[in-house]
């Protein structure tokens, strides 16, 4: 009698075993099977599509010749490749110079920013300070200031400073530290266990030195994250040059295209803007492909609490 | 100079061992004063913030409270600023064109927000499935947040173009007319709320890292006591995400009080057809930079920052019901 129900019961004990598993499995964050996430999948396909179609509508648009671009129903893939539409962008404006003052700019914002926020942040996570999380109250009441409030005194201070039409407005702040990079390297240092830093301390290391020998190489993730939205946001940044860089010498790129269009007011060349366009976003395209790992981590794994 | 100066101040200071101050041995001492590692701490750790004081008192205080005093005069940006009382205040509350500016913003702000909000966190979910590909979903949803705001506005512009822009080309196709949305005063704000969308990806990405932060035991949980896929959401998901989704809500709301570059492209630093575009920082930029009263602008910019402050205080008021802290606790 028994060795009949027996096969049974551990059959079912079997079988919830099984779904256990499983729970685990998806708890643990492995795969499910492919059918399960078909649906999931059909979902984030679609998204996919409709978030890369500005970058293939520009691209595509920016090798297309005049006629074509005026044809329909549109080419999905441009009849005839017109690279040409690159060269005449780049020499409808000076596109070096604003290159290279971009690139500056960006650099400039992008090292300074990591170097000072990294060592703000580390005070604020790893250095046990009286009125430390009082003061980092008044960091987070910043992140909700708007900057228009500023705007006005500080082109006055720049200008009674000589120093509009240079690049330094759109820099030196940067060195000031920023309230989310702030947050941001606070949480993922946090992380780092107190005891290991401790340890050094006893063994008569330096503050400066743990921070560069032992948090910085720790935190790079989350240095990469820094840097990518350090990066995006200086070179991107519109607002700023078009208040601050009146020359053609000192312009950059994102007032570039602009330029570019007012110049063509009547008649556009379109595919030639989108040529430009997609030659502005490029290096930022390829910093994300390159660092898109690190920054994804940096910051996921510094939780948000 | 200057260099070696700061070397020999600043930097043994911090590497000085506390050997030299002398722990203070009662208790009492101990409670009123600092103990020494105390001391050491306070100077090494404000020595590491000085840039960002610094840059608070600079780049901050100094300003907000010029602006304040500068929205009481009348200032060209040449000539020194002459006291006129609340006379910029006055005249903004009866400027036509403020009322404008600010009914645009405003309604930006009621759809852009909420909308930006759901776009992010479907992404942020469709960024976290477990799914082998899942790095491919992060980046492309990410990449359109790398466009800049003016370029993705001339993408727009193309798009949108009536003669031969796609929209209308599919519009035609459907025997629909022809549409010049950006030519629309209500069609360019929906042009442009639609186009912000494409940005999604930051806030995204803050939803990604608080939907990892949620323990998994807690869904195992919930499993093992039936709970469907949308329970689940309703019961854990969205409750554990409050406090990311204020966070979002607030930079959110900054952000649409704040919207420029868009409208400055796609109007061509109009804001026409009638005003539509016309966003209050918009007038508060042609104000400042157009016409040359900084004074009049900065009255602008401290009821943009008051209004802005207020928002806040109502949602961080008003998040007290429903914003959960209690993941570490759950």
């Known amino acids: 009698m028994t060795s009949t129900f027996t096969p049974k019961t551990s059959l079912s004990s079997l079988q919830v075993s099984q779904d256990r598993d499983e729970l685990n499995r998806r708890a643990d964050g492995t795969r499910r099977p492919w059918y399960s996430t078909l649906a999931a999948r059909a979902v984030m396909v679609a998204l996919s599509v409709l978030f890369l179609l500005p970058l293939y509508w520009m691209s595509v648009s920016s090798l297309k010749s005049d006629e074509e671009l005026a044809q329909f129903p549109p080419t999905l893939i441009p009849e005839t490749w017109e690279f040409g539409n690159y060269v005449d962008a780049v020499l409808a404006m000076p596109f070096l110079t604003f290159f290279a003052n971009s690139a500056i700019i960006t650099t400039s914002v992008v090292v300074l920013s990591v170097l000072s926020n990294f060592v703000i942040a580390y005070s604020f996570a790893c250095i046990d300070w009286p009125g430390r999380d009082k003061l980092f109250y008044v960091v987070i009441a910043t992140l909700f200031l708007p900057f228009p409030v500023t705007l006005i005194p500080m082109f006055d201070m720049w200008a009674r400073l000589g120093l509009v039409n240079t690049l330094f407005p759109l820099i030196i702040p940067a060195a000031f530290g920023s309230a989310f990079y702030i947050f941001l390297l606070r949480q993922f240092l946090k992380q780092i266990p107190q005891d290991m830093l401790n340890a050094a301390r006893v063994d008569g290391a330096s503050e400066w030195t743990i921070v560069w020998r032992l948090a910085l190489p720790t935190s790079r993730p989350a240095l990469v994250t820094v840097a990518i939205f350090a990066a995006v946001a200086a070179w991107n940044d519109f607002m700023g040059p078009l208040i601050y860089l009146q020359d053609e010498s000192v312009q950059t790129l994102s007032i570039g295209l602009q330029t570019f269009r007012s110049v063509n007011a009547q008649d556009v060349s379109f595919n030639q803007l989108m040529a430009a366009s997609f030659l502005v976003i490029l290096p930022l395209l390829l910093l994300f492909f390159i660092f898109q790992r690190y920054f994804i981590r940096g910051i996921t794994i510094g939780g948000f609490k | ?330």
């Open chain 2, 1 to 330: 100079m200057s260099a070696t100066g700061l070397s020999s101040t600043s930097a043994p200071s911090i590497a000085e061992p506390p050997s030299t101050a002398t722990e203070p041995a009662s208790g009492r001492r101990r409670r009123r004063g600092m103990t020494a590692t105390n001391k050491r701490n306070l100077r090494t750790g404000l020595l590491f913030i000085s840039p960002w004081i610094v840059g608070v008192l600079v780049f901050i205080l100094y300003p907000v409270t010029y602006s304040i005093v500068l929205s009481f005069t009348r200032y060209s940006g040449m000539d020194a600023p002459t006291w006129v009382g609340v006379q910029n205040y006055i005249t903004a509350f009866t400027d036509p064109l403020v009322a404008k500016a600010t009914s645009n913003t405003i309604f930006f702000a009621l759809i852009a927000v909420p909308l930006g909000l759901l776009v992010a966190l479907t992404l942020a979910i469709a960024m976290n499935q477990n799914v082998r590909e899942v790095a491919l979903y992060r980046t492309i949803f990410y990449a359109p947040s790398l466009i800049p705001a003016f370029a993705m506005s001339f993408i727009f512009i193309v798009f949108l173009n009536p003669q031969f822009g796609l929209f209308n080309q599919v519009l035609n196709l459907f025997g629909g007319p022809n549409i010049n949305l950006l030519g629309d005063p209500t069609g360019v704000k929906i042009a442009i709320i639609l186009m912000a969308q494409f940005g999604a990806g930051n806030a995204a990405l803050i939803f990604l890292a608080g939907l990892r932060n949620i323990p998994k035991t807690i869904y195992e949980a919930a499993r093992v006591d039936g709970a469907g896929p949308g329970r689940q959401f309703v019961a854990i998901t969205f409750p554990l995400l409050t406090p990311v989704l204020l966070f979002n809500l607030i930079t959110g709301v900054s952000g649409a009080l704040q919207v420029f570059t868009e409208a400055y492209i796609v109007t061509n630093g109009t804001g026409d057809p009638d005003a539509g575009a016309l966003f209050y920082m918009m007038y508060l930029y042609k104000t400042a930079f157009g016409f040359a009263e900084l004074g009049y602008a900065s009255a602008l910019a401290v009821l943009l920052f008051l209004a802005g402050l207020a928002l806040a205080l109502m949602i961080f008021w008003l998040s007290r019901r429903f914003v959960n802290y209690d993941v570490e606790a759950a």
